[in-house]
């Protein structure tokens, strides 16, 4: 599977965001899926993830009551509506897919496929 991130941008502490990530393949509804964020000189860290169904999410601590995930199987499309963004979201953002998993992960390790990443800055 192909997975093409989009949505990102410059905007505001306080803005919101939502990005896209569209992917290719037939099965994309038997993913599991995930958004990470990687911020200059820092590991990769998953900000959220999905089930196959969109009836299980996982979210960060960081991003609790801000961000939400969502997918829209019909439309091979996850998305990340990132609400009161902060400075410190700013990173490049990640859309992942997981195969043959059964719940929802939140370690790179456990993801197979990856997109391009789109970069989000938030400015103070």
């Known amino acids: 599977v192909q997975l093409q991130a989009s949505g990102g941008g410059l905007v505001q502490a306080g803005d919101s965001l939502r990005l896209s990530c569209a992917a290719s393949g037939r099965t994309f509804s038997t993913y599991v899926m995930g958004w990470f964020r990687q911020a200059p000189g820092k590991e990769r860290e998953v900000v959220a993830a999905?089930?196959?169904?969109?009836?299980?999410?996982y979210y960060a601590d960081s991003v609790k009551g801000r961000f939400t995930i969502s997918r829209d199987n019909a439309k091979n499309t996850v998305y990340l509506q990132m609400n009161s963004l902060k400075p410190e979201d700013t990173a490049v953002y990640y859309c992942a897919a997981a195969r043959d998993i059964f719940e929802v992960v939140v370690t790179t390790e456990q993801y197979d496929y990856w997109g391009q990443g789109t970069q989000v800055t938030v400015s103070s």
């Open positions: 999905v089930s196959w169904s969109g009836g299980s999410t």
